[in-house]
Structures are given as structure tokens and as C-alpha cells.
């Protein structure tokens, strides 16, 4: 029994032992391979590797009552995951998967076991099914997936404004000539607070920050972006293994990971994901456009309104913050309620999910992503105001 968790360990297997293990069954013999076909293979699927030594999984017992068990995960698809376990689990099993977010948090995934097959001494290879798809993006970083995910992708289809920093000039040049092809606006600098300084006048839509760990303060970094403020998600590249290294610059508003090395096919491959996350967040409609319609008597409204915008962000950020969840809840319910009443209807969407989310799970952690994505879109529309105030 872990004393931290709560879960049973039955693999116990080192670190060292475990990656041994995963390593043999990612290059099978002739034989294994022949007589896993049909189990493996079955409704053929998008498969990716997904080492995650320590996954919660809990199995329904059919008489009633849970055993709550640590597994290894192995491949992940949209529908389903594969992992390692000390124990035989019976098809038709019920259970619930806990698998991380790339984000941070858990989303809990109700699940079915598909098979289970003896690999060696006391360890089993076995599958679930989820009870719907899950967006695999969410689970996996950057280039681990982007291989499978795309093969081949045409560098023309990449358009939009992207930001690099990376105090290496050698690292800034490397990724000038990578995406020399595309049809992307690139600033590429080592200047963060240049960066910063252009975001007010031309925001972007995806930030990509060379993160070294050993040699800078990433998470300042980081901050300091936000600060400047950038609303798009932040994309850092690194080769740093310790999630727990990389996790305070996820906490200060990172979105995901690049892991390097890469190579040019998964870098376009990550940043093409991660603009078409981006651009699906900001919404297909343009709030501020609809609000120029409107008559000067309602853009007083407007004003008064952004000014009551500005408080709601504050105590959901403070909810946040504080894991307190009903005013969390509260504060997503206000928003959802008046943004579409005040012209800003993709803000009301938003609001709307993030209130779904938190009477889905009951979490704030859980309903991070949907969180933090409506924070991000509450702040641009009120700079959005402001800078069109100025402008007037």
C-alpha cells in the first residue's frame, strides 16, 4: 500500500526495472508480436507511447466495493490506455483511470477493461476502454505526440503571429531556418521585454519559450510574459525530465511542453496543434467588433460593465488561488449570465464551459483548463476596451 495515495502498488518494480520491462515490450520478439496481433491491434486506433510509471487506476468490484491500484501506463489512445499491473483484471471489469493533464491536475476517466494477458513472473499487460474519447493533446506533450500525430505536414499550412524567445542566438536561428517555409508573422528575440513591449501593440497567438532550467529563472520568465500581458498559450521547449522542475512555470501560466530534441516535422507538427487551440479559445466571433455597433448610450453601458468584468476576474482569480470552489462556481455563473447580454458572446461561451466543468467534477483543479481559458479571455476583453478607449 502506497501511505501517500492510498493505491496498492502491485508491480514493485524499481524505476530501472520498469523502463527495463518497457523497453522489451516496445521491441517484441517475432513471436510476442504474432501472438498479441488480435488484442493489440483489434479496431485499429491511434496509438502513442505513454510511459507514466505511476497512474491511479480504481477497479469496481461486482459484489460491490473499489480496490484502488498504481499501474504503469504504456500507449494511450483517444479511446482507451494501456498499462502494466501486478494483478489479472477480468474483461467487462468497471473502473476509473486518473490520467494527469498536461496543464496540471487529473481528469478521472470512467473506463472498461478490454483484456488482460500474463507478460512475465507476476506482471500483466492489460487495456481499457474509455466511456468517451478523451483529447489526447490534453495528456501528452508536444513532439511525444506529434510524430504519430501528423507525418507529414505542409509547412504553407501554418499561418499566424508567433513570439520566440530564447537567450541563445544559436537556438534563435535554428528555429528561423525551421520555419523558413511558413506563412507565419515570427518575432524571434532574446529580449524579453522587447516581447513584451510588441505584444500591447500586435498580440500574438502562440508564445514559444526556450526554457533552460539550469541557467535561468523560467518561471519569471514566464510571468513576466503574462505581465506584459500576453493572453495566448505559452509553448516551453525543453529537454528537462523533472516534471517537478518544470510544473511552478506551469503553475505561473505555461501551457505545455515542447520536448527536445525535436525535429522539424514535430515542431510544426506541435505549433500547428497549438495555434488551432489557440484560435478555437479566442472563438470564431470578434466581440469588440460587435460592440463598436452598438449606440453610445450602451457603450456606456459597456464601460460600466467591463469596470464590474474587472471584479469578477478578481475573485475568480482569488478562488482560484484559494481552491475555494463555490466561488469559483459563482463567479463563472456571473459571467456566463452577463457576457452575452453585453456583447460578449464568445466570453459567455466560455464561461458557460467552465461552469459545466465545475459541477461535472466538482474541482477546480480538474476544471483548471477551462478556468484559466476564461481568465485569459476576461483580461483581453478588458484591454480590448482599454485600448479602444485610448484610441478614441
Known amino acids: 500500500m502506497n501511505e501517500d495515495t492510498g493505491f496498492i502498488d502491485t508491480l514493485r518494480l524499481s524505476e530501472a526495472q520498469l523502463a527495463e520491462l518497457l523497453d522489451s515490450l516496445d521491441h517484441p520478439s517475432a513471436e510476442d508480436e504474432s501472438q498479441d496481433v488480435q488484442n493489440r491491434r483489434a479496431g485499429a486506433d491511434l496509438r502513442l507511447p505513454y510511459r507514466h510509471p505511476r497512474l491511479h487506476l480504481t477497479i469496481d468490484h461486482?459484489?460491490?466495493?473499489?480496490?484502488?491500484?498504481?499501474?504503469?501506463?504504456?500507449?494511450?489512445?483517444?479511446?482507451?490506455?494501456?498499462f502494466l499491473h501486478g494483478n489479472y483484471l477480468h474483461s467487462g471489469t468497471l473502473g476509473r483511470v486518473e490520467l494527469p493533464l498536461t496543464i496540471g491536475g487529473h481528469a478521472s476517466i470512467r473506463c472498461v477493461v478490454l483484456w488482460c494477458r500474463h507478460i512475465k513472473n507476476h506482471i500483466h499487460e492489460a487495456a481499457v476502454r474509455f466511456e468517451r474519447p478523451i483529447d489526447l493533446w490534453r495528456h501528452i506533450e508536444g513532439a511525444e505526440a506529434a510524430a504519430d500525430l501528423a507525418t507529414r505536414i505542409d509547412p504553407s499550412e501554418l499561418r499566424g503571429r508567433i513570439f520566440v524567445f530564447s537567450e541563445s542566438e544559436l537556438f534563435r536561428d535554428m528555429i528561423g531556418q525551421q520555419l523558413r517555409a511558413t506563412k507565419l508573422d515570427l518575432h524571434i528575440s532574446g529580449d524579453l521585454a522587447e516581447l513584451g513591449k510588441i505584444a500591447q501593440a500586435t498580440p500574438p497567438e502562440l508564445a514559444l519559450l526556450d526554457a533552460d532550467f539550469d541557467n535561468?529563472?523560467?518561471?519569471?520568465?514566464?510571468?513576466?510574459?503574462?505581465?506584459?500581458?500576453?493572453?495566448?498559450?505559452?509553448?516551453?521547449?525543453?529537454?528537462?525530465?523533472?516534471?517537478?522542475?518544470?510544473q511552478p512555470a506551469r503553475d505561473a501560466g505555461a501551457d505545455g511542453v515542447l520536448r527536445k530534441p525535436f525535429q522539424p516535422m514535430q515542431l510544426l507538427a506541435v505549433l500547428l496543434e497549438w495555434l488551432t487551440i489557440s484560435r478555437s479559445?479566442?472563438?470564431?466571433?470578434?466581440?469588440?467588433?460587435?460592440?463598436?455597433?452598438?449606440?453610445?448610450?450602451?457603450?456606456?453601458?459597456?464601460?460600466?460593465?467591463?469596470?464590474?468584468?474587472?471584479?469578477?476576474?478578481?475573485?475568480?482569480?482569488?478562488?482560484?488561488?484559494?481552491?475555494?470552489?463555490?466561488?469559483?462556481?459563482?463567479?463563472?455563473?456571473?459571467?456566463?449570465?452577463?457576457a452575452g447580454i453585453f456583447a460578449l458572446p464568445s466570453l459567455s461561451r466560455l464561461a458557460k464551459k467552465a461552469l459545466t466543468q465545475l459541477d461535472s467534477c466538482y474541482s477546480i483543479e480538474e476544471s483548471a483548463s477551462e478556468l484559466q481559458r476564461l481568465l485569459q479571455r476576461a483580461r483581453k476583453a478588458c484591454l480590448d476596451r482599454g485600448n479602444k478607449k485610448k484610441a478614441a
Open 281 to 338: 479559445a479566442v472563438d470564431a466571433a470578434d466581440d469588440a467588433v460587435d460592440v463598436t455597433q452598438r449606440s453610445p448610450e450602451f457603450e456606456a453601458l459597456i464601460t460600466r460593465y467591463i469596470a464590474a468584468l474587472e471584479k469578477e476576474i478578481e475573485t475568480l482569480n482569488g478562488a482560484i488561488e484559494s481552491d475555494n470552489f463555490e466561488s469559483a462556481r459563482t463567479a463563472c455563473r456571473r459571467i456566463f449570465e452577463s
Open 62 to 82: 461486482p459484489g460491490g466495493g473499489q480496490s484502488p491500484f498504481l499501474v504503469a501506463g504504456r500507449n494511450l489512445t483517444p479511446r482507451g490506455l494501456g
Open 216 to 246: 535561468a529563472d523560467v518561471t519569471a520568465q514566464v510571468r513576466a510574459l503574462r505581465d506584459a500581458p500576453l493572453f495566448c498559450p505559452i509553448l516551453l521547449s525543453t529537454g528537462e525530465p523533472s516534471a517537478q522542475r518544470i
